[in-house]
Nanobody
């Protein structure tokens, strides 16, 4: 069974930056379109960014220009560089294949507050 482990979250002031990592045990990781998701407090999980197998990316409008998703296929790892963080970015962040094919990891908490 595929295992996912997110890391890199923490507490940061508004305007700050964090870089999240996500290690995936799937041996065919490189062929999958991957995605970052987040679940803000008391809300449903939502899509944040997508990275295709070839490295093309798509962000949702709320994070466009601030977040950059990337991947390292040699390391089976997905990244999310988050800059200019806002309070509304506070959430538990998850990664999975686009569409959530695999069991969800524990996620990593990101808290943006003064």
């Amino acid at each position: 069974q595929v295992q996912i482990e997110e890391s890199g979250g923490g507490w940061v002031h508004p305007g700050g930056s964090l870089r999240l990592s996500c290690a995936v045990s799937e041996r065919q990781f490189s062929v999958y379109t991957m995605a970052w998701y987040r679940q803000p407090p008391k809300r449903e999980r939502e899509l944040v960014a997508v990275v295709t197998a070839g490295g093309n990316t798509m962000n949702v409008p709320s994070v466009e220009g601030r977040f950059t998703a990337s991947r390292d296929n040699a390391k089976n790892t997905l990244y999310l560089q988050m800059n200019s963080l806002k309070a509304e970015d506070t959430a538990v962040y998850y990664c999975n294949s686009h569409g959530g094919l695999w069991p969800w990891g524990q996620g990593t908490q990101v808290t943006v507050a003064s």
